[in-house]
């Protein structure tokens, strides 16, 4: 069973940059593919990014693009999402999940981690 657990999440001005980290535990397969949602007050959660563990080239949604950077660290097993340019518009809870491979649906999400705190003022 997999365990997710992100850190990283704050308060920010307008302009600023993060770094959200996700720590995981138990037992992946490579084919697993891992990626980074977010919900905004009132609003669906939306898939941001996603990376397989197997490797090849991370995929972004439009929100994502140009401003967001998946990465993992295989040896620490780590994923971490490196966020610039921050809008009060990216104030979210932000989670990691494990997705089925080649998808970053709302419903290839297999498991999510409980979240952390993303403000921008």
């Known amino acids: 069973h997999v365990q997710l657990v992100e850190s990283g999440g704050d308060s920010v001005q307008t302009g600023g940059s993060l770094r959200l980290s996700c720590s995981i535990s138990?037992?992946?397969?490579?084919?697993?593919?891992m990626g980074w949602f977010r919900q905004a007050p009132g609003k669906d959660r939306e898939g941001l990014a996603r990376i397989s563990l197997g490797g090849g080239r991370p995929y972004y949604a439009n929100a994502a693009k140009d401003r967001f950077t998946i990465s993992q660290d295989n040896a620490k097993h780590t994923l971490d999402l490196q966020m610039s340019s921050l809008t009060p518009e990216d104030t979210a809870v932000y989670y990691c999940v494990v997705l089925n491979p080649c998808s970053l649906s709302l419903a290839s999400v297999t498991q999510w981690g409980q979240g952390t705190q993303v403000t921008v003022s």
């Open positions: 138990g037992y992946t397969y490579r084919r697993y593919s």
